[in-house]
């Protein structure tokens, strides 16, 4: 199965649907999903000479926001929807 990279165009394609004054965050780490704000975007080279555009995280302390919210892990299928526990009758303490 060959992998093909998302390229500028597919992310400009995908981010022109949204409001331009719409913060951008990195979603991180499937197996304890976190949000990061985004800092910078840096254009560079791989290891081929080929052109490779880095979405980089910030350095500063609050750069990590907290827990991915569920809804954005469902839709990335990093998780599957969760439901609550079916609610039970409350067990009541006998007198004995």
């Known amino acids: 199965m060959t992998r093909t990279d998302m390229t500028v165009g597919d992310?400009?394609?995908l981010l022109s649907t949204c409001d331009?004054?719409?913060p951008v965050r990195l979603a991180m780490n499937p197996f304890f999903p976190?949000?990061?704000r985004v800092e910078q975007v840096v254009l560079s080279a791989d290891e081929t000479g080929q052109p490779v555009v880095y979405i980089a995280e910030g350095r500063e302390a609050d750069t990590q926001l907290g827990h991915l919210p569920p809804e954005v892990a469902v839709a990335l299928a990093w998780q599957g929807p969760v439901?609550?526990?079916?609610?039970r009758p409350r067990r009541r303490?006998?007198?004995k």
């Open 83 to 87: 439901q609550a526990p079916p609610i």
């Open 34 to 36: 976190m949000a990061h």
């Open 11 to 13: 992310l400009i394609d």
């Open 93 to 95: 303490a006998s007198g």
């Open 20 to 22: 331009r004054s719409t």
